[in-house]
């Protein structure tokens, strides 16, 4: 067992609690038209495969979560640099709802969509009015002492205020309102320097390696265990609660979407599904071409992990 979880391990543990998911064919099987597999170099000289079936599926598929959220990140990076650099500026605001040990996620989920529909309705109007430019929302979900902890990581963009403490206070005591006296936003303004990781903050967990929390750049610290730790503790300990909480994530957030962005920004800064060009190779990048039979071979001999490892260090 590794020293630390890695995508590829908790793919596996995955695939293991959820044998007739699609996950359980992502990575494996080939992609509908393939005749084989591609080993090609990525840009951080890492090897990868290409010509297999990927499942795109962000909350259950360890593997598919790491790529989508890298390539979102990317997305938000470039959208929020070129609104800094126009003259704008942003807030990052978290939004939790009340709840308890007992209750189920899909209650929680309901209630937390609820409370941001009525909040998104008019608060970002009354408070910003005309400054307001979009956002992009990020739902996060941990388990702790207290139960299911489902939160949205929201980016404002906002342009031609000067000054934001004001704004931030007004946010988050509407939220107040809206959600409980005792339940407020956390609305920061992001610092100039901290567009990167900002970015990484709102696509990654903690094992995907987010930087980013809040007003400065540092090591996130999730209030519970995301769904990587979960499995992760199920692999180490063999635990029917774990188990039961990673079978309750998987079906809570079945077709929930991770990220949203405001139509307005959409329009700006031509955001794209992250999924779309996944098998587009440069031959440059090529390593080598396995049939469908070697393909197979490797598989059953669970060699797969390692023969990347060596093509890695081919230079």
């Not at 990076?77 to 650099?85: F, K, P, S, Y």
């Not at 909040?119 to 992009?136: E, I, M, Q």
């Not at 489902?150 to 809206?178: D, I, N």
């Not at 079906?251 to 794209?272: E, I, M, Q």
């Given at each position: 067992?590794?020293?630390?979880?890695?995508?590829?391990?908790?793919?596996?543990?995955a695939?293991?609690?959820?044998?007739?998911?699609?996950?359980a064919?992502?990575?494996?099987?080939?992609?509908?038209?393939?005749?084989?597999v591609?080993?090609?170099?990525?840009?951080?000289?890492?090897?990868?495969?290409?010509?297999?079936?990927?499942?795109?599926?962000?909350?259950?598929?360890?593997?598919?979560?790491?790529?989508?959220?890298?390539?979102?990140?990317?997305?938000i990076?470039?959208?929020?640099?070129?609104?800094?650099?126009a003259?704008?500026?942003?807030l990052?605001?978290?939004?939790?709802?009340?709840?308890?040990?007992?209750?189920?996620?899909?209650?929680?989920?309901?209630?937390?969509?609820?409370?941001?529909?009525r909040?998104?309705?008019?608060?970002?109007?009354?408070?910003?009015?005309?400054?307001?430019?979009?956002?992009?929302r990020?739902?996060?979900?941990?388990?702790?002492?207290?139960?299911?902890?489902?939160?949205?990581?929201?980016?404002?963009?906002?342009?031609?205020?000067?000054?934001?403490?004001?704004?931030?206070?007004?946010?988050?005591?509407?939220?107040?309102?809206?959600?409980?006296?005792?339940?407020?936003?956390?609305?920061r303004?992001?610092?100039?320097?901290?567009?990167?990781?900002?970015?990484?903050?709102?696509?990654?967990?903690?094992?995907?390696g987010?930087?980013?929390?809040?007003?400065?750049?540092?090591?996130?610290?999730?209030?519970?265990?995301?769904?990587?730790?979960?499995?992760?503790?199920?692999a180490?300990y063999?635990?029917?609660?774990?188990?039961?909480?990673v079978?309750?994530?998987?079906?809570?957030?079945?077709?929930?979407?991770?990220?949203?962005?405001?139509?307005?920004?959409?329009?700006?800064?031509?955001?794209?599904d992250?999924?779309?060009?996944?098998?587009?190779?440069?031959?440059?990048?090529i390593?080598?071409?396995?049939?469908?039979?070697?393909?197979?071979?490797?598989?059953?001999?669970?060699?797969?992990?390692?023969?990347?490892?060596?093509?890695?260090?081919?230079?």
């Open positions: 067992m590794p020293d630390a979880p890695c995508p590829s391990y908790l793919h596996r543990l695939r293991a609690l959820m044998p007739r998911e699609r996950l064919l992502c990575g494996v099987a080939l992609r509908y038209g393939a005749s084989g591609v080993v090609r170099r990525l840009p951080d000289g890492r090897a990868c495969y290409s010509g297999l079936y990927r499942c795109g599926d962000f909350w259950r598929c360890p593997s598919c979560r790491v790529t989508l959220g890298i390539r979102r990140a990317r997305q990076e470039t959208a929020l640099r070129a609104h800094v650099d003259g704008g500026s942003a990052l605001a978290t939004y939790t709802v009340p709840h308890t040990r007992d209750e189920s996620l899909p209650v929680v989920l309901a209630r937390l969509a609820g409370t941001w529909r909040y998104a309705k008019s608060a970002f109007r009354d408070v910003l009015g005309r400054h307001y430019v979009g956002a992009v990020a739902l996060e979900v941990t388990h702790g002492v207290n139960g299911w902890h489902p939160h949205y990581h929201a980016l404002l963009f906002v342009g031609g205020l000067p000054y934001l403490t004001p704004v931030c206070v007004a946010l988050s005591e509407r939220w107040s309102e809206v959600a409980g006296a005792e339940w407020r936003a956390d609305v303004q992001v610092a100039r320097d901290g567009v990167a990781s900002v970015a990484r903050y709102l696509t990654t967990d903690g094992v995907a987010a930087s980013y929390e809040v007003a400065s750049p540092s090591s996130k610290i999730p209030a519970g265990r995301s769904y990587a730790q979960l499995l992760w503790d199920y180490r063999r635990s029917s609660v774990d188990a039961a909480l079978y309750e994530y998987a079906a809570a957030l079945h077709g929930v979407h991770h990220l949203t962005v405001s139509p307005r920004l959409r329009r700006l800064y031509d955001f794209t992250p999924a779309s060009g996944w098998d587009e190779i440069s031959d440059d990048h390593l080598a071409l396995l049939n469908s039979d070697e393909w197979l071979s490797i598989l059953n001999a669970g060699e797969d992990r390692n023969l990347l490892d060596d093509f890695a260090r081919l230079r």
